[in-house]
């Protein structure tokens, strides 16, 4: 019996879904994929009599229907699922209703628009001495937040940050970034749809940032990214330091 192959269809290029994926997607005899999120160009990779369908117009019901049969038939069934679906993918849904019917998955790992964002920028989210750890979060909205998880809960740690699903809210989002303790002049970037062809970057402060969002009509498939490893401040003294990068390689050969 076959399975169904969930996929990461990447942030927006349709470039840069991995080689294993477009195999999958080539071959593949259904593919249901998710709606506007995730670049209809792909699908130019599906074969000309592969059943194709939108999950922006089905419920969990429908689109485990169509994964049964697909499966019980004996056919390559693939799930498009937008970025990586390891981050606010609805992976887990999908997977308890497939156990309940005893049908086979596997997973094939995305590109996350966190990681096309931050490229778009040409920026790196750890920075040395600047910051090591990246929080990667989102507003409460119709789906809760732990209240320890809050985002001026995370602020107080004042390191790299990426936001999802939340610029329609920005200014209550910067809000509580500097409740939690980011200084209001921590730069910030709003990245609008990263990797796609109609990309938009803004660059700022917390001061300004929600204004720039405004100005420019940005409400949706943005991330919000905030942090100190957005702006000028670097020491790499020590990065490529000869003795530096002895020690290094010799920690990737085991000693740690």
């Known amino acids: 019996m076959s399975k169904v192959h969930f996929v990461g269809a990447g942030p927006g290029d349709k470039e840069l879904i991995t080689l294993k994926g477009y195999k999958l997607l080539k071959n593949a005899d259904i593919v249901i994929y998710a709606g506007s999120l995730v670049n209809p160009e792909l699908l130019d990779y599906c074969k000309e009599d592969c059943e194709i369908y ?4 089905m ?3 429908e689109i485990i229907d169509v994964m049964e049969r697909g499966v019980r038939e004996n056919k390559e069934v693939v799930r498009l699922q937008t970025g990586d679906f390891s981050i606010y993918g609805s992976i887990r849904e999908q997977v308890e209703e497939l156990n309940k019917v005893d049908v086979g998955f596997d997973c094939i790992p995305g590109v996350s628009s966190f990681l096309g964002a931050s490229s778009a920028l040409g920026v790196e989210y750890t920075v040395p001495e600047i910051s090591q750890s990246v929080i990667i979060t989102r507003m409460e ?13 995370f602020a107080k740690h004042q390191t790299s940050m990426v936001i999802f ?3 329609q809210e920005i200014e209550k989002v910067v809000e509580r970034l500097i409740e939690g303790g980011y200084p209001e002049d921590t730069p910030v970037a ?4 990263a990797t796609w062809p109609d990309e938009m970057a803004l660059r700022g ?3 300004d940032i929600a204004a720039k969002v405004r100005e ?10 905030v942090g100190r490893f957005l702006g000028q401040d670097y020491n790499n003294s020590k990065l490529y330091d000869k003795d530096f990068v002895h020690e290094y390689r ?5 000693e740690n």
């Open 54 to 57: 939108n999950s922006a117009v």
């Open 190 to 193: 709003v990245v609008y749809k």
């Open 141 to 153: 909205g119709r789906t809760p937040v732990p209240e320890k998880e809050s985002i001026q809960e």
């Open 59 to 61: 419920d969990l019901g």
């Open 216 to 225: 420019n009509g940005i409400n949706k498939t943005a991330l919000i990214m």
């Open 205 to 207: 402060t917390l001061t």
């Open 165 to 167: 699903l939340s610029v």
């Open 250 to 254: 010799g920690n990737e050969d085991g």
